[in-house]
């Protein structure tokens, strides 16, 4: 756990960054400043506000595996807008996305398949190898699985603990029961394959505040994040804090901003997100330097929702090399 550090005790001067690592003591992570953080299933929570966090968000942290048929129960005669009815519902559209390809049976409906266009992109760098690489929001695991390709040790990282914890038992090679969405607050059983993966630290943070060691990772990745953080800049500003002299980042974005999930002020680039993302990147804008462009394209995305339902976006894709 040395890679990890302590987001509550971190300072930084005008010359330096100073970070303390986090030391393993049964299941608890501990600072020399005196914090400590909690490891829940084998999934560590590293959070600058552990309590504040657990104060919203503890129905996915104690919830455990159930039977699909016992978890629709649970949610029938309640509201879409419960905090386990909204877990069930976000597992069962980003599990069939990422691991849809492994799941028996198959996914239905207008969204069946999986987000096949993204993870080919990142397949196809495991021949050019890393020491360290990362993905900010991580989700279940799938980029994880793929950047472990073509890297010595991957860091896998998300502020959803429900989806980190199935992301840590599909990447043992386990297999991963969970609810499809048909119609409504009903689900069906489905069961996807995991991918044995090793040399992966799996945790769950923010990926505006990780609590990662910088400038140390070949390989920097966010999918789909950029629209679904508060500030958008922020969120490459520390891409770029992680990111090693000469490393890469790989970044995809539809730029569906919504309120509630990003500021308003902060939208990138008016009616062209795309060539905005582009140019902060080339000439370094609030970054630590520039970047050179190595691939641009645009690539399909489909989240299945149910079984007459889904939402497809054409998103943005970025392989840019950090200045050294």
């Given at each position: 756990m040395d890679i990890l550090v302590c987001p509550?005790?971190?300072?930084?001067?005008?010359?330096?960054?100073?970070?303390?690592?986090l030391d393993r003591h049964g299941d608890v992570l501990s600072c020399a400043c005196g914090r400590r953080y909690p490891i829940v299933d084998g999934v560590p929570i590293v959070l600058a506000d552990p309590?504040?966090?657990?104060?919203?968000?503890?129905?996915?942290?104690?919830?455990?595996?159930?039977?699909p048929e016992v978890a629709a129960l649970l949610v029938a005669d309640g509201s879409d807008d419960a905090p386990y009815a909204r877990l069930l519902e976000h597992l069962s559209i980003?599990?069939?996305?990422?691991?849809?390809?492994?799941?028996?049976?198959?996914?239905?409906?207008?969204?069946?398949?999986?987000?096949?266009?993204?993870?080919?992109?990142?397949?196809?760098?495991?021949?050019?190898?890393v020491e360290l690489a990362v993905e900010l929001g991580c989700s279940v695991g799938r980029g994880v699985a793929e950047l472990a390709k073509g890297a010595a040790h991957t860091v896998g990282l998300d502020l959803q603990f429900g989806s980190v914890r199935r992301a840590r038992k599909l990447l043992a090679g386990d297999d991963l029961v969970y609810g499809r969405r048909t119609i409504g607050r009903n689900y069906a059983r489905t069961t996807a394959r995991g991918i044995a993966t090793a040399n992966v630290t799996l945790l769950c943070g923010d990926a505006l505040d990780p609590p990662l060691i910088p400038a140390v990772y070949q390989r920097v990745v966010a999918l789909n994040l950029l629209d679904s953080v508060r500030t958008p800049r922020q969120l490459l500003s520390v891409i770029d804090a992680l990111c090693a002299p000469g490393g890469e980042i790989i970044l995809t974005?539809?730029?569906?901003?919504?309120?509630?999930?990003?500021?308003?002020?902060?939208?990138?680039?008016?009616?062209?997100?795309?060539?905005?993302?582009?140019?902060?990147?080339?000439?370094?804008?609030?970054?630590?330097?520039?970047?050179?462009?190595?691939?641009?394209?645009?690539?399909?995305?489909?989240?299945?929702?149910?079984?007459?339902?889904?939402?497809?976006?054409?998103?943005?894709?970025?392989?840019?090399?950090k200045g050294t």
């Open positions: 509550g005790c971190r300072t930084r001067t005008a010359e330096r960054l100073d970070v303390r690592t309590v504040g966090y657990l104060a919203n968000e503890m129905t996915t942290v104690v919830e455990r595996d159930l039977d980003y599990i069939d996305n990422q691991w849809g390809d492994r799941a028996t049976p198959p996914p239905d409906g207008p969204g069946a398949g999986f987000a096949e266009a993204i993870f080919e992109k990142l397949a196809e760098r495991s021949s050019h190898r974005s539809p730029y569906a901003w919504q309120s509630g999930y990003v500021d308003d002020d902060q939208r990138l680039g008016g009616d062209d997100p795309a060539a905005a993302v582009l140019d902060l990147l080339k000439y370094g804008r609030g970054l630590e330097t520039a970047y050179r462009i190595e691939e641009a394209s645009e690539l399909p995305w489909t989240l299945r929702r149910d079984s007459r339902s889904a939402a497809t976006y054409c998103i943005h894709y970025i392989r840019a090399r």
